[in-house]
């Protein structure tokens, strides 16, 4: 009975893990286009000149 629960806790376990990488991968994707769009819409008229970055930080 024990092994039968270990089975199926690592199971649970591997699941739960492989749905939180793929739910990491798409905040990835998602924060990889606004940066992108962040950096193609960028003004280069601002204070800082041409090269001036889009973020403050």
Known sequence: ???LLV??????LLFGAGF??????????????VWLLGFVMRS???AG???S?????
Not at 7 to 12: I, K, Q, S, T
Not at 25 to 31: K, Q
Not at 53 to 57: I, K, V
Request: glycine share 6%; net charge positive.
């Open 49 to 51: 000149g041409p090269r």
């Open 1 to 3: 009975m024990v092994p």
């Open 20 to 33: 939180a990488m793929e739910a990491l991968w798409w905040v990835a994707v998602i924060v990889l286009a």
């Open 53 to 57: 970055r889009w973020y403050r930080w």
């Open 44 to 46: 280069g008229a601002n």
């Open 7 to 12: 089975v199926l806790l690592l199971a649970l």
